[in-house]
């Protein structure tokens, strides 16, 4: 069974960082993306980025290039999302989901099968 659990969220002060985890189980991260995503009560769930085993091929997207960084321990089976310089507007609950994926990963949630319950950050001003 197919089973992503992140951690790692919190309340932090503005211009600190975090780092959220996915642990996965039920799956090998070979051939699977897995992708970080973060959504703000009422409004849509937006892609951050994501990563790809085994050549771990990595993508974040433009707006967060300079703040955020996916990597991923395999032995672990745990990939990371280092947050630096925190806003306020990075408020939100944080996801990992996953699938099956061939070439380059692309964060783009309805492509993503398998999701985690989230963990909520919230950056206080």
């Known amino acids: 069974q197919v089973q992503l659990v992140e951690s790692g969220g919190g309340l932090v002060q503005v211009g600190s960082s975090l780092k959220l985890s996915c642990t996965v189980s039920?799956?090998?991260?070979?051939?699977?993306?897995v992708g970080w995503f973060r959504q703000v009560p009422g409004k849509e769930r937006e892609g951050l980025g994501c990563?790809?085993?085994?050549?771990?091929?990595?993508y974040i997207k433009d707006s967060w290039k300079d703040r955020f960084t996916i990597t991923s321990d395999d032995a672990k089976k745990t990939i990371y999302l280092q947050m630096n310089n925190l806003k306020p507007e990075d408020t939100a609950d944080y996801f990992c989901?996953?699938?099956?994926?061939?070439?380059?990963?692309?964060?783009?949630?309805?492509?993503?099968?398998?999701w985690g319950q989230g963990t909520q950050v919230t950056v206080d001003s």
């Open positions: 039920g799956f090998t991260l070979e051939d699977y993306a």
């Open positions: 990563i790809k085993s085994p050549d771990s091929h990595r």
């Open positions: 989901a996953t699938s099956w994926w061939s070439g380059p990963c692309l964060p783009l949630d309805h492509q993503y099968d398998y």
